[in-house]
């Protein structure tokens, strides 16, 4: 009988990668999600699992008060309310296919 060895190691893979820019920072922050979007490892969430219910708020808020959220819209065109409800959408999506993904900002 043969003898079978397999070496195997898990290596950290990314499973998401997105960016968005700062010039919505005011519209997140009457979201009241910069800390969490921006800054998410000084408020303890390191984790894609941690992010969801705050992501679905967020969406939640913007859905029900678009007006309101539009009126943050940049005046140069780069960052408005579609934007980052469609950012959002998708950041949520892969949130909850990956929720054990570790969160890796870089600003």
């Known amino acids: ?19 968005i820019t700062h010039n919505l920072n005011r519209m997140v922050s009457a979201l009241g999600l910069y800390r969490e979007i921006w800054k998410s490892e000084t408020v303890g969430i390191n984790f894609a699992h941690q992010l969801i219910p705050v992501l679905e708020d967020a969406i939640h808020k913007m859905k029900s008060n678009p ?3 539009q009126a943050f819209d940049s005046p140069n065109g780069y960052g ?24 890796t900002v870089s600003r």
Do not use: G, H, R
């Open 67 to 69: 007006e309101f959220y």
């Open 80 to 103: 408005k309310y579609s934007d980052l409800l469609n950012w959002l959408e998708e950041y949520l999506a892969a949130c909850k296919q990956y929720p054990q993904a570790v969160i």
């Open 1 to 19: 009988m043969p003898l079978d060895i397999t070496l195997t190691m898990t290596q950290p893979v990314d499973v998401f990668s997105s960016n």
